[in-house]
């Protein structure tokens, strides 16, 4: 009995090994490039996130400094080495933000009655304007153009970022 099993066991062919192989060859060419196709995109998509993050964080973190400034001349120079430094900086440089520095940063001042809708309060500096702290809140608004030009792509996007911060020190608007 030993004998007849041993003739009635089957094998693998061969044959059928070298087909598979040769098939999955064939395709890897083209698997390598619909997969390069693919990470370059999501390489580019990256790009744009992290610049559009980061013109965001650049806006934030200036309107911070700005809002801590004791005079209107303070607050832009803060917004501006804040905007030098974020923008120029690695993550801009990967975002492809540009300028990479603080050029596309307005600085507008607001007040809000209590209640009431806010009404721009710019003022020139050295005039002589009298501060409400009773009736109205102070703030500033930071307003970020940019364009992004992500990495692997030929054409820019044109961003747009905001932020508001209250005033700390609301006597020295028109400083």
């Not at 009635?8 to 698997?31: D, G």
């Not at 005079?71 to 120029?88: F, V, W």
């Amino acid at each position: 009995m030993q004998i007849n099993s041993r003739r009635t066991a089957k094998r693998p062919k061969a044959c059928s090994v070298r087909q598979t192989s040769a098939n999955s060859l064939a395709e890897s060419p083209l698997a390598l490039l619909v997969m390069s196709v693919v990470i370059l995109f999501m390489i580019s998509l990256f790009s744009l996130l992290t610049g559009y993050a980061t013109l965001n964080f650049a806006s934030q973190a200036a309107a911070r400094e700005a809002g801590s400034s004791q005079t209107r001349s303070a607050a832009r120079a803060a917004m501006q080495r804040i905007g030098d430094q974020i923008l120029s900086g690695p993550m801009g440089q990967f975002g492809g933000i540009s300028p990479k520095n603080s050029t596309g940063m307005t600085l507008r001042t607001f007040r809000v009655l209590d209640g009431g809708t806010p009404e721009q309060f710019d003022v020139a500096p050295g005039s002589n304007i009298a501060v409400d702290q009773s009736r109205y809140s102070y703030t500033y608004v930071i307003d970020a153009r940019y364009s992004i030009t992500p990495l692997l792509l030929p054409f820019a996007f044109p961003v747009q970022a905001q932020s508001t911060c209250a005033l700390e020190h609301p006597e020295g608007i028109a400083i």
